[in-house]
């Protein structure tokens, strides 16, 4: 039986690639090496300094490889990011989640000392993703060292810092933080995988006590790679690594939300969404799909994800200029360990963002 590139890129994220049977010969005796760039435009260089009156938010999805097996480029990315700090504004760091892979101990310590270079430089604001749940990181249940690594303590005096699930006040898998960039107001919301019911209930109590703040909503599953989000009703194990597919919500009577759970029951219903990052997913790792709530605004929802470039994503990051006019965000992707961008228009695009509604 014959496996394309695709169905290969496809058999990641917990699922071992002799799940698939002749997989592991056929990826033992290639024809020959795929090209991990083909789909790139790779180009010397950073990107271009923001415009004048520009921020840059940096995005840092799935760092598991990092943590697990390439220390030195998770601490190369956060050294450049302070290294940036001032040529770039950079306003603020999201990781998206799956900080580990295997949540280990000699991880989670990794991951710790890289994101500890950011202290007292840049606010940065993390989830966890399925990989950081449970023994050897199946998330089989919700228990994580998230909050042993990552403690409230080290944040809540912090002025970014907003707070933390009502019903977990020693946990940081649900918080959420606000910072001011460009005469703007932000919120950014981060929500555990596959979150629960209660949990989506206290992320709408906090979205509006702050109607005034433009919403970023970080979580580890809500895009697929085909531009379309998690849809557990409809598409089910059509669509892998949903979160209601994992022993999680097996074990909790179904308590995890997907994509489109998330858009119907917590983003659609306020009028200050104005963004939603994820990673998790394999393919090409990449998406992006733009809704309109019922006021007609936009909510543009991507996915971003590279741990299956080589050695464990080539310590590439996306970086999002929010430009003085207009509401452009201007989206480069970038490795400091490469010094490359990839102009792509996968990788290289702009989108508008709607103006909050007063």
């Not at 790792?285 to 309109?292: C, P, V």
């Not at 452009?328 to 490795?335: K, L, T």
Request: glycine share 8%; net charge negative.
């Amino acid at each position: 039986m014959n496996f394309t590139r695709r169905d290969i890129l496809k058999a990641g994220c917990g699922f071992a690639l002799t799940s698939l049977g002749s997989v592991t010969a056929y990826a033992q005796k290639p024809a020959q090496k795929p090209d991990p760039y083909a789909d790139g435009i790779l180009i010397d260089g950073a990107p271009p300094l923001p415009q004048e009156g520009s921020f840059t938010v940096v995005v840092l999805p799935d760092t598991q490889h990092y943590s697990e097996k390439f220390p030195e480029t998770y601490l190369a990315q956060t050294k450049w990011i302070v290294e940036q700090k001032q040529a770039r504004h950079i306003a603020s760091v999201l990781h998206l989640g799956d900080i580990t892979n295997h949540s280990t101990r000699p991880e989670w310590e990794a991951a710790q000392k890289a994101m500890r270079q950011l202290d007292g430089h840049v606010p940065y604001f993390m989830v966890p993703g399925n990989h950081d749940y449970s023994e050897n990181g199946r998330a089989t249940d919700r228990t994580s060292l998230l909050s042993e690594y990552f403690p409230v303590a080290h944040y809540q005096d912090l002025p970014t810092f907003g707070g933390v699930y009502d019903k977990e006040p020693n946990r940081m898998e649900n918080s959420f933080h606000r910072f001011s960039a460009g005469g703007r107001k932000f919120l950014v919301l981060g929500l555990e995988f596959g979150p629960r019911r209660d949990v989506v209930r206290w992320a709408n109590e906090v979205v509006g006590k702050h109607r005034d703040h433009e919403v970023i909503l970080i979580t580890h599953a809500y895009m697929y790679y085909d531009d379309t989000r998690y849809d557990w009703k409809v598409y089910g194990n059509q669509q892998r690594w949903n979160p209601h597919a994992y022993g999680v919500a097996k074990a909790t009577d179904d308590d995890v939300m997907d994509g489109t759970e998330l858009w119907e029951n917590l983003i659609s219903r306020h009028e200050n969404f104005i963004l939603t990052l994820n990673g998790h997913v394999l393919g090409d790792g990449l998406g992006r799909l733009a809704s309109q709530t019922p006021a007609g605004r936009d909510v543009h929802q991507i996915l971003v994800n590279f741990q299956m470039r080589p050695r464990g994503g080539d310590g590439w990051l996306r970086l999002l200029e929010f430009r003085k006019d207009g509401g452009i965000v201007q989206s480069y992707d970038y490795s400091p360990v490469l010094n490359k961008r990839n102009e792509s228009a996968q990788n290289q695009f702009e989108i508008t963002v709607s103006p909050l509604i007063s």
